[in-house]
């Protein structure tokens, strides 16, 4: 059995009178930092609802412009529509990525960034798709350089560009990959024939896509059909403005012209047209 030590020294009465004193001191404190910082964080709580509300009805942030950057072809009611953003609104009640998101939704827009120029101007930088070509979906639709359809042509818009057939609709929205890398090999033959200077020549009309037989011009006002088949394009075209320069010089008009053989790459055959066959 374990003896209690003889030497353990018993507190007075006023030390154990002293020591309660002291533990109650501390709890004391205790409870006065916590008392504290429930203070603080009440008046934080209160102070930031308050200068919430104030941010969210103050006059000030009371929306007075709203700036468009970027538009061409997009109309600026439309785009103002979509956005659900209107003047007197508080700037800060309006959700950026809400609204942007809303605008990204008209067909002409790529791309779209809102922002608050505090305290009463909102700005709306869009970002156009730039149509590269049209391409015939069961009716016409721009494309842009990553031969994304992206739009239907409407009354009014412009056609002026060359027209890629060829590309089903069926096709586009089974494989959008694949008809994306076929409409882009035409709008890259498109800029080329435009750059080597045939288009001031012979306008370029349509380019028919053919993933086996290669791709096929119209051009110039006679609609000449031109098979070019795969690959090697600027060295094709650049025969074919040799040709043009002969048929010009003799006054002839060609129906096809065929520069789309394999087996012999330089080879070139020529059809006329009825009147020009009796030139020769």
Same mark, same amino acid.
């Given at each position: ?15 154990? =009178? ?7 001191? =501390? ?103 730039? +149509? ?67 288009? +001031?020549?012979?306008?370029?009309? $349509? ?24 690959? $090697? ?5 650049? =025969?074919?403005? =040799?040709?043009? $320069? ?13 520069? $789309? ?20």
């Amino acid at each position: 059995m374990a003896k209690t030590p003889k030497n353990k020294r018993r507190k007075t009465p006023a030390q154990v =009178r002293a020591a309660m004193r002291k533990g109650a001191v =501390r709890v004391l404190k205790g409870l006065g930092v916590l008392c504290l910082f429930a203070s603080l964080t009440a008046l934080a709580t209160v102070g930031g609802r308050a200068l919430r509300d104030w941010l969210f009805t103050s006059p000030t942030f009371a929306i007075e412009a709203i700036e468009l950057r970027g538009l061409v072809h997009a109309a600026q009611t439309d785009v103002l529509a979509l956005s659900r953003i209107q003047r007197g609104e508080n700037a800060f009640e309006i959700d950026l990525d809400e609204s942007a998101q809303a605008i990204r939704a008209h067909p002409w827009i790529e791309d779209v960034q809102v922002r608050r120029r505090l305290p009463r101007r909102i700005e709306i930088d869009v970002v156009e798709h730039v +149509a590269a070509a049209l391409v015939d979906l069961r009716g016409l639709y721009y494309a842009d350089e990553a031969g994304k359809a992206f739009k239907r042509v409407s009354a009014g818009d412009r056609v002026d560009l060359p027209i890629l057939r060829g590309v089903s609709r069926e096709a586009y929205g089974a494989d959008p990959e694949a008809s994306e890398a076929l409409l882009r090999e035409g709008i890259a033959l498109s800029t080329l024939y435009s750059s080597s200077g045939l288009q +001031a020549r012979a306008p370029l009309s $349509d380019i028919e896509l053919d993933p086996v037989e290669g791709l096929t011009l119209r051009c110039g006002e006679h609609a000449t059909a031109v098979r070019l088949g795969r690959g $090697d394009y600027q060295q094709k075209l650049a =025969r074919l403005a =040799r040709i043009f $320069d002969e048929l010009a010089r003799r006054g002839a008009v060609a129906r096809l012209i065929r520069l $789309d053989n394999r087996a012999r790459p330089g080879w070139v055959a020529v059809q006329l047209d009825k009147a020009s066959q009796a030139l020769f």
